[in-house]
């Protein structure tokens, strides 16, 4: 309930995504969603992008299709173990033409066009890469955690974690918001800033 989640939001932000990780495991087999981002890479400020998404969790899979924004292809698919373990991506313009090509999910040009690969997507596993920068920073003395207060996201209730970490190449950011849905449970909105 929303009172259990604001005494975990003022005290402890691992028990809180320890909590929405497992009510996600246990609710979340696959979902649509549209997702938006807006990603600093190689100092560049990208431009805001708007994503169609459908997810699966097992096997893994990702589609992503972009209407807005699209890096160099307008359309992402990854299945884990088909394909090599490779994403297949139709390149977007007049690069189409040449149809679907394979790539590496970490390769230079992917890389290129996010801060994390595709393996990295969905409610899950990005509440086990936040699990995890809680953990490294709790253990070397570095986490400072705060209660941000109660937040609207497209007209639904959140629950706001602040977290600040030294400056630095040791974290991926050092003030990071999460957004986590009452209801849902899951982040919807993650905002990191150097």
Known sequence: NADAMEAMARTDHI??????LAYCRSQYKD?????????????QLSKEQDIEVKFRQSPFSVSLFWTRNSPSGDRLLYVEGEWDNQVLIRP???MSIIGTVKRPTDG???????LHPVTDFGFE???MSLLSVYAQAKKAGDLKQEFGGYAEVAGRKTIVLVRYLPPGDKYPSRKNLTYIDLEYQVPTVIEGYD
């Open 125 to 127: 596993r990005g509440l």
């Open 108 to 114: 230079p040009e992917t890389r290129r066009a996010a």
């Open 15 to 20: 028990a809180l995504l320890e909590k929405c």
């Open 31 to 43: 979902y649509t969603c549209n997702f938006m981002k807006q990603e600093r890479i190689a100092g």
């Open 92 to 94: 977007a313009g007049l």
